[in-house]
């Protein structure tokens, strides 16, 4: 079982990945994965936190020369701007963050809340899912995360091969397929950050080159679906996730939704086997299971709760009403929330590939791979 857990405080030393179950036998590009992370703190929108940190990742157990060892991997992000001891605590809980009901449940302060509920812990979670992206690029499977509606403005997807969206996106001060329309945006941003104001918005991640049999229909909480579900609205403001077609389906008829199935023989040799569909409105998973399609998953964020024109609140000591604590935040963090997103589903998609394929090695899981295919292809 392919696995991870975090720790840290967003103003502690440093946050912490343990990754335990990751197959033996991969060479690990640490480049690539301190580039995901500072594509995390980028972003048009971003405030004076990410001047502060240079992100980068350190392997503290598991590589040996570069390469995965089959042994618990623990990665390490420093926070530059740790000073934990020296923050006060904080007693005007902001609306829609854990300040109260994290203050409450643990019959402390705001402070061991709000330092642990912070998005900065993302950043232990992107490391592990950049890990889990290079294991998934070894089998051809690539992952790629984008924007498509920032503060109400829609901006929609695009067709094109992985690389082609990931040239549009990286070409976007706000991480979307559509650069052309990043000076709409960033004006709409840097209006709504005068107004002490923050903004929200969808981010979408598709999953190209899987092949049919990962996840499972036999049990509840291994279906795909729900695994990917539960990582995705898990990430801190998400509030909505959706696969394929998501809610849309529900306003169709049946035979508007369904994707029909074909075969293409001179196909069979690809990881879907032949199978094609005119549509994908399934998102790529049928019943929790890959069904050799790209897996289309889209989140909605809503706006940061920390604003610098306060909401209303009440000061915990002494029950009276009080505008609401304001620390140093965004005003619009969706650009990395597409980041964030497309990390936590690459790294789910990476632990069904080893429940499907899984042994001690890479090599282990190629082989069975290919047995697979060969024997997928025969039936």
């Known amino acids: 079982m392919l696995r991870y857990w975090t720790a840290g405080e967003s103003h502690g030393p440093a946050l912490v990945a343990l990754v335990d179950g990751f197959p033996a036998g991969l060479a690990v590009d640490q480049a690539a994965i301190d580039a995901e992370l500072v594509r995390r703190q980028g972003g048009y929108g971003r405030g004076g936190r990410q001047r502060l940190e240079t992100d980068a990742v350190r392997f503290l157990s598991g590589l040996w020369r570069g390469t995965t060892l089959g042994s618990p991997l623990a990665l390490e992000v420093i926070n530059r701007d740790a000073k934990l001891e020296r923050l006060d605590d904080i007693d005007r809980p902001r609306p829609g963050h854990a300040d109260l009901a994290g203050s409450v449940k643990h019959l402390g302060g705001v402070r061991a809340v709000l330092e642990r509920a912070s998005a900065r812990e993302t950043a232990a979670r992107v490391a592990a899912g950049a890990l889990a992206g290079q294991l998934l690029a070894r089998f051809g499977i690539s992952v790629a ?88 609205m898990a990430v801190q403001a998400i509030k909505g996730v959706e696969i394929g077609l998501g809610f849309e389906a529900a306003r169709r008829r049946g035979s508007q939704v369904h994707d029909p199935i074909h075969y293409d023989a001179a196909a069979r040799g690809r990881a879907d086997l032949g199978f094609t569909r005119p549509t994908n409105n399934a998102g790529g998973l049928e019943a929790g299971i890959t069904n050799g399609q790209p897996l289309v998953v889209r989140a909605a964020m ?78």
């Open 145 to 232: 995360g984008f924007v498509t509606a920032l503060g109400g403005i829609e901006l929609g997807g695009r067709d094109g091969t992985p690389d082609q969206l990931r040239a549009l996106r990286d070409s976007s001060a706000v991480y979307s397929l559509h650069p052309e329309r990043d000076a709409e945006v960033t004006a709409l941003i840097d209006r709504v950050g005068k107004e002490g104001d923050t903004l929200g918005g969808i981010v979408e991640v598709r999953v190209e080159g899987l092949p049919i049999g990962l996840g499972t229909h036999a049990q509840w909480d291994r279906k795909l679906d729900g695994r990917i579900a539960q990582a995705v």
């Open 302 to 379: 809503k706006p940061i709760s920390t604003l610098r024109k306060p909401l209303e609140s009440v000061n915990l000591r002494t029950k009276e009403p009080e505008e609401a604590a304001y620390e140093r935040s965004d005003v619009c963090a969706v650009s990395a929330a597409s980041v964030i997103v497309e990390h936590v589903v690459a790294f789910e998609v990476a632990a069904a590939l080893v429940d499907k394929f899984g042994g001690d090695s890479v090599a282990e899981m190629e082989a069975r791979w290919e047995l697979y295919h060969r024997l997928a292809r025969e039936r």
